[in-house]
């Protein structure tokens, strides 16, 4: 079975809100064994709406839209189905009783705009929304599904996991399909296909790999189809296998971040960690405590960005600054000794780097970028060049020293 996803409003085509809602519908669809062919963005304009169903019924057997569903004028999707379905909008209780629940949990009355949210077109099921005023459509036509939602996101995620995606697995005879996702960071994508060729060469034609490159990291994603769970047992050997050839470039599987990964072993090691950070600007320390419970293990962060800062709160030498510059061995590996003795901490992670646009030279171009680790044992630094994109040099670089930190780790063996 395929489908295509619809998303409307101007506000996506002028660039003013990104569609999010398409990237997770095409997620869930797909583990459900429902692939999409194609998404399109369309203005609200009732013709572009129009022209858009017209194609995607005869590309697909499933359509859904999103968007368009809202109480305003310039919210023109209910009518434009009316139109295109050759109904009329009439007044359901049901919905109705939805409206004012939205409305009582906010203490409000439910005013005349608000209570037309409750009109939808005659012949469509309904798919109530139980986190708002906009109700949900599905119309069916010519053996086509045709599915409409609001395009607040959760809206729409509540109205796809209780009520559309149950009854798409009922209606539909959908294949298996499992996923598995190799997590991998130090090795770019060619680097990596070229390693793994021979592996890759051999997957049996229901099992396809994809490469996902992302700035310092690169995802493997298996997809197999089949009739039944015997192919989750068959693709994980397969990973197996390819463990032994890229161990060293694995950090983890499926929804694992290395920030988690790096929290896991620190707390299951009971170790502590801190961080002296210049060009990442705090973006590690960031990361370190986006995950719930990093307290556990996070004692604590320097952003030294200017070299005074570095002398004053790391007691950087001057004259090591001086002779070397802020972006060299001898200043990281300083920054990730202090900072660990400061804190008191069992590991320290330091980062000294040009991001860019601007500040290279020759000897030391942008992109550039220093990391030093600092362990209970000792302290080590590795020079990087990331290129010249600055956000993507912080992010690379932040993602750079955690594997590093995530590498070490693995080598201990707490007393």
């Given at each position: 079975?395929?489908?295509?996803?619809?998303?409307?409003?101007?506000?996506?085509?002028?660039?003013?809100?990104?569609?999010?809602?398409?990237?997770w519908?095409?997620?869930q669809?797909?583990d459900?064994?429902?692939?999409?062919?194609?998404?399109?963005?369309?203005?609200?304009?009732?013709q572009?709406?129009?022209?858009?169903?017209?194609?995607?019924k005869?590309?697909?057997?499933i359509?859904?839209?999103?968007?368009g569903?809202?109480?305003?004028?310039?919210?023109?999707t209910?009518?434009?189905?009316?139109?295109?379905?050759?109904?009329?909008?009439v007044?359901n209780?049901?919905?109705?009783?939805?409206v004012?629940?939205?409305?009582?949990?906010?203490?409000?009355?439910?005013?005349a705009v608000?209570?037309?949210?409750?009109?939808?077109?005659?012949?469509?099921?309904?798919?109530?929304?139980?986190?708002?005023t906009?109700?949900?459509m599905?119309?069916?036509?010519?053996?086509?599904h045709?599915?409409?939602?609001?395009?607040v996101?959760?809206?729409?995620?509540?109205?796809?996991?209780n009520?559309i995606?149950?009854?798409?697995?009922?209606?539909?005879?959908?294949?298996?399909?499992?996923?598995?996702?190799?997590l991998?960071?130090?090795?770019g994508?060619s680097f990596?296909?070229?390693?793994?060729?021979?592996?890759?060469?051999?997957?049996?034609?229901?099992?396809?790999?994809?490469?996902l490159?992302?700035?310092?990291?690169v995802r493997?994603?298996?997809?197999?189809?089949?009739?039944?769970?015997k192919?989750?047992?068959?693709?994980?050997e397969?990973?197996k296998?390819?463990?032994?050839?890229?161990e060293?470039?694995?950090?983890?599987?499926d929804?694992?971040?290395?920030?988690e990964?790096?929290?896991n072993l620190?707390?299951e090691?009971k170790?502590?960690?801190?961080?002296?950070?210049?060009c990442?600007?705090?973006n590690?320390?960031?990361?370190?405590?986006?995950?719930?419970?990093?307290?556990?293990?996070?004692?604590?962060?320097?952003?030294s960005?200017?070299?005074r800062?570095?002398?004053?709160?790391?007691?950087?030498?001057?004259?090591?600054?001086?002779?070397?510059?802020?972006?060299s061995?001898?200043?990281?590996?300083?920054?990730?000794?202090?900072?660990?003795?400061?804190?008191?901490?069992?590991?320290?992670?330091?980062?000294?780097?040009?991001?860019?646009?601007?500040?290279g030279?020759v000897?030391?171009?942008?992109?550039?970028?220093?990391?030093?680790?600092?362990?209970?044992?000792?302290?080590f630094?590795?020079?990087f060049?990331?290129?010249?994109?600055?956000?993507?040099?912080?992010?690379?670089?932040?993602?750079?020293?955690?594997?590093?930190?995530?590498?070490?780790?693995?080598?201990?063996?707490?007393?």
């Amino acid at each position: 079975m395929q489908a295509e996803i619809i998303t409307i409003g101007d506000e996506l085509l002028i660039g003013q809100v990104v569609d999010t809602n398409s990237a997770w519908m095409a997620r869930q669809l797909n583990d459900i064994g429902i692939d999409v062919k194609q998404i399109t963005s369309v203005s609200d304009n009732e013709q572009h709406i129009i022209n858009a169903l017209n194609e995607a019924k005869t590309r697909v057997g499933i359509i859904f839209m999103t968007g368009g569903l809202g109480p305003t004028k310039d919210d023109i999707t209910k009518n434009t189905l009316c139109k295109y379905f050759n109904t009329k909008l009439v007044f359901n209780e049901k919905a109705f009783a939805a409206v004012e629940h939205q409305f009582k949990i906010r203490g409000k009355e439910v005013t005349a705009v608000n209570r037309k949210q409750a009109e939808l077109p005659g012949n469509c099921t309904p798919v109530y929304n139980k986190n708002g005023t906009a109700s949900g459509m599905w119309f069916e036509q010519d053996s086509k599904h045709f599915i409409s939602m609001p395009g607040v996101p959760f809206e729409m995620k509540a109205m796809m996991e209780n009520d559309i995606l149950p009854l798409l697995k009922e209606k539909f005879n959908t294949p298996f399909i499992y996923h598995k996702t190799i997590l991998t960071q130090g090795a770019g994508e060619s680097f990596l296909a070229e390693m793994i060729e021979k592996w890759e060469d051999n997957l049996p034609s229901h099992i396809r790999l994809a490469y996902l490159p992302s700035p310092g990291a690169v995802r493997l994603r298996l997809t197999a189809k089949g009739d039944s769970e015997k192919i989750k047992d068959e693709t994980e050997e397969l990973v197996k296998k390819l463990r032994h050839i890229i161990e060293k470039y694995i950090y983890g599987y499926d929804d694992d971040t290395l920030e988690e990964v790096v929290g896991n072993l620190l707390r299951e090691k009971k170790y502590t960690l801190s961080t002296a950070e210049s060009c990442t600007g705090g973006n590690i320390a960031h990361l370190i405590t986006s995950v719930a419970g990093s307290s556990d293990y996070f004692i604590g962060s320097i952003v030294s960005y200017a070299n005074r800062i570095k002398e004053s709160f790391l007691n950087v030498d001057a004259a090591t600054l001086n002779r070397y510059g802020a972006v060299s061995e001898p200043v990281v590996l300083a920054m990730a000794e202090n900072v660990k003795e400061k804190f008191s901490t069992d590991y320290a992670i330091a980062v000294s780097g040009i991001a860019g646009p601007g500040g290279g030279t020759v000897e030391k171009p942008v992109g550039l970028v220093w990391i030093a680790i600092a362990t209970p044992e000792k302290v080590f630094a590795k020079s990087f060049r990331f290129g010249n994109n600055r956000l993507r040099n912080i992010e690379v670089s932040s993602q750079t020293a955690l594997n590093m930190l995530r590498k070490e780790l693995l080598k201990e063996v707490r007393v």
